[in-house]
Structure formats: structure tokens, C-alpha cells
């Protein structure tokens, strides 16, 4: 069957983190491990329920900075710092929109509240057919419901549908559905095997 439409994760393939010495530098001044920082921000409870549309990201950063020791006004300036090595692979993004009108393309994210305003402001929606931000939704990868909710959208099947993520977990969840599941690796890897299919 032929492919109608691409769909990709955001962090790891989209944005990834090129430089990590912020971060460290972060973790470092607040005397903690770098992996442990990264813990908090990403796998605590508090971001689960940021991703779920529960909590606000306001509402995730001050529990991060409670944790951390740190006052809540310090929230903004930890989180400038610990994106400050994270990049926008425009390139991927040009890719993306070359998909289009011949193909459907898509978004499908775990991420918080502030996901889609954070694409206005960067200024990359464009590219996009189908933006699913799990915190608008509710639903959270590898869950089969936000991949079904982004077929929909796009008014394609899972066997006319890839979806590119960073995360093994997540390829295999679309798989299941009957998706084409393409385990991002670098940029150059995921164009080949894109135009290799479509």
C-alpha cells in the first residue's frame, strides 16, 4: 500500500540536544549527577502528569526547583539553562515540509503544555499537516490511542502511515498497529530510509 503520510516524534529527532555542558554545568552548580537532573525534568512524576495535561509546566518547574532546593523563582533561569544546549534540526524541518502536499505530515509528541507555542514561536507548524501534543490529548506514547487519534486527523490508515521516533518502544507501539516504524538514528539515515519507502 502506498505511503500517504509521514509522522514524527519531536525531542530526540526534531530537537535534539547537541551540547550537553550546560546541562552538566547545571548539574554540576546544583550538585547533582547529570543523569539524575535529567531524571527530574523528564521522568518524574510531576513531568508525566505536565505530559498528561494534568499539571501545568509552571506548575512541573516549581516541583523541580522545590527538589533541586532551590527557590521558585530561580524556575525560569534553570529552565533556560537546562535547554540551553538543545537544537532545532532545520534542516529535518525543510525535509519534513518537501513531504508536502504530495504527503500527509505530522507530529506526534509526548511533551508539555507548552509544546505547541514553542512551535508557533520557532516557527516550524508549517511544516505540519497533524500536531499531537500528548498534554492536549491526554494520551502518552507508546499508548496505541495517540497514534490513532493522528491517523485520523490525517484521514490515512496505519498501513499507509510511517512514524520516525528516537525511542525503540514507541517505533514498536506504531508497528503494532501496522505502521512503518523507523528508529531515528542521525538526519541523513531517517531522509534515506523516508525516500527509500515513499
Known amino acids: 500500500m502506498a505511503i500517504r503520510a509521514v509522522f514524527f516524534d ?3 529527532v ?5 551540547f ?6 547545571l548539574a554540576e552548580r546544583l550538585n547533582q549527577e547529570y543523569e539524575d537532573l535529567v531524571r527530574l525534568v523528564f521522568e518524574s512524576e510531576t513531568s508525566r502528569m505536565a505530559s498528561l495535561g494534568k499539571l501545568s509546566v509552571e506548575e512541573h518547574w516549581a516541583a523541580v526547583v522545590e527538589k533541586l532546593h532551590l527557590p521558585v523563582t530561580e524556575s525560569k533561569a534553570v529552565y ?3 535547554f540551553a544546549g538543545d537544537f532545532l534540526d532545520r534542516e529535518l524541518v525543510a525535509f519534513i515540509d518537501s513531504l508536502r502536499p504530495a504527503h500527509k505530515t505530522g507530529l506526534i509528541t509526548n511533551a508539555w503544555g507548552d509544546m505547541r ?10 511544516a505540519f499537516d497533524v500536531l499531537i501534543v500528548s498534554a492536549e490529548v491526554g494520551v502518552l506514547k507508546p499508548q496505541p490511542r495517540i497514534y490513532e487519534l493522528a491517523l485520523a486527523q490525517a484521514g490515512v490508515t496505519a498501513q499507509e502511515a510511517i512514524f520516525v521516533d ?7 507501539a506504531a508497528a503494532k498497529l501496522g ?7 542521525d538526519r541523513e539515515q531517517t531522509i534515506s530510509e523516508i525516500n527509500r519507502l515513499i
Open 80 to 82: 533556560a539553562e537546562f
Open 117 to 126: 507555542s514553542y512551535l508557533g514561536r520557532e516557527k516550524v507548524t508549517g
Open 14 to 18: 526534531i530537537v535534539r540536544t547537541e
Open 179 to 185: 505502521m512503518t516504524g523507523i528508529l531515528f538514528k
Open 10 to 12: 519531536l525531542g530526540g
Open 166 to 172: 528516537d525511542t525503540a518502544v514507541n517505533v514498536e
Open 20 to 25: 550537553q555542558s550546560p546541562r552538566q554545568h
